[in-house]
C-alpha cells in the first residue's frame, strides 16, 4: 500500500507516517522506483502497534523502544494493550458514573457537599434510578413533591431517611432468610412501613403506586441489583410483598 492509503485506512495524516518514518518509527519495507513508500502487512501491524500505544498515552520514544525490544512479542504488546485499556475502561466508567450521579443529584435538587454526600450515602448513589423515575413520572404531583422535598434536606434529614431504608430493607432480608412467606401479614406489614417511609419522606405513595414500584422491582435489573446484593431472592420477595399489601387495601 502506498501511504495514501495507508493513512486513510489509519485514520492518520500523510504527513504523521512521514513524521514516524525520519523518526525510525515506522520505515515502510519498500520503495517504487521513484521513491515513494510501500507499506506491507508487516509494517500496517507495526502501525497498529504504535497507534495503540499512542492512544494509551505513551510518548514516541517510549513506543519506539517498546516495539523494538527483542525480548516482546506480539502477543506480549497485545497483553499489555489489553490491561492498559481494561484500566481505562475502568477508570472512564467511574467518571461517567459521577459525572452521571452529579447530574442526577441536580435535577433531583439535593444540596449537600461531597464530604456530606460521602458521609451520608458513602457508596450508595441515593438518586441512581432518577432518570427511570423522572422519565415515568417527571410530569406527576408526586414526583414534584418528591423533588421539593428532597431539595431541602440537610445532612441530618438525609441519614434519618437513609437510616429508615436500611432498617427495614434489613429486616424484609432477615425475613426472608427465615422462611416468612412474602405474601404472609408480617412480609405485608414490612412492605407497609416501606410505603409509609416513601409518603413520610417523598410524596404521598398510594397502594396503586406502590404496587407498580413493587413490579419494576423484579422488572427493572438495576432495581433488581440494588436489593439482591442485600440478599439473594429479596427483589422478588419484597415485589410479592408489595403487592399483597396492596391488594390487602383493596388496590
Known amino acids: 500500500m502506498n501511504v495514501g492509503e495507508v493513512a486513510a485506512l489509519a485514520g492518520v495524516t500523510v504527513r504523521t507516517l512521514h513524521h514516524y518514518d525520519r523518526i525510525g518509527l515506522l520505515s515502510p519495507s519498500g520503495r517504487t522506483a521513484a ?14 502497534q504504535v497507534l495503540l500505544y499512542r492512544e494509551l498515552g505513551f510518548p514516541l520514544e517510549e513506543v519506539a523502544t517498546l516495539l523494538d525490544d527483542p525480548s516482546a512479542d506480539p502477543v506480549e504488546h497485545l497483553r499489555r494493550q489489553h490491561r492498559l485499556l481494561r484500566d481505562r475502561l475502568d477508570r472512564t466508567a467511574a467518571m461517567v458514573a459521577a459525572v452521571e450521579k452529579e447530574m442526577e443529584a441536580r435535577q433531583m435538587g439535593i444540596s449537600l457537599t461531597p464530604r456530606e454526600r460521602f458521609e451520608v450515602f458513602g457508596d450508595h448513589d441515593p438518586e441512581q434510578y432518577e ?6 413520572w417527571g410530569d406527576t404531583d408526586a414526583y414534584r413533591e418528591s423533588s421539593r422535598r428532597a431539595a431541602a434536606y ?3 434529614d438525609w441519614v434519618r ?15 426472608l ?4 412467606a412474602p ?9 407497609e412501613e416501606a410505603r409509609q417511609q416513601i409518603s413520610r419522606n417523598f410524596y404521598d405513595c398510594s397502594p396503586e403506586v406502590h404496587a407498580g414500584l413493587g413490579r419494576l422491582y423484579v422488572e427493572d435489573e438495576r432495581f433488581t441489583a440494588h436489593y439482591e446484593r ?5 427483589a422478588q420477595w419484597v415485589s410479592t410483598a408489595v403487592q399483597a399489601n396492596a391488594a390487602r387495601q383493596g388496590a
Open 35 to 48: 521513491g515513494y513508500r510501500r507499506y506491507s502487512a508487516a509494517d500496517l501491524d507495526r502501525l497498529h
Open 131 to 136: 432518570a427511570e423515575v423522572q422519565e415515568r
Open 154 to 156: 440537610t445532612k441530618d
Open 161 to 175: 431517611v437513609t437510616a429508615e431504608g436500611e432498617d427495614v430493607e434489613a429486616r424484609m432480608a432477615a425475613a
Open 177 to 180: 432468610q427465615a422462611g416468612v
Open 183 to 191: 405474601d404472609s401479614p408480617e412480609a405485608m406489614d414490612l412492605a
Open 230 to 234: 442485600r440478599a439473594a431472592g429479596l
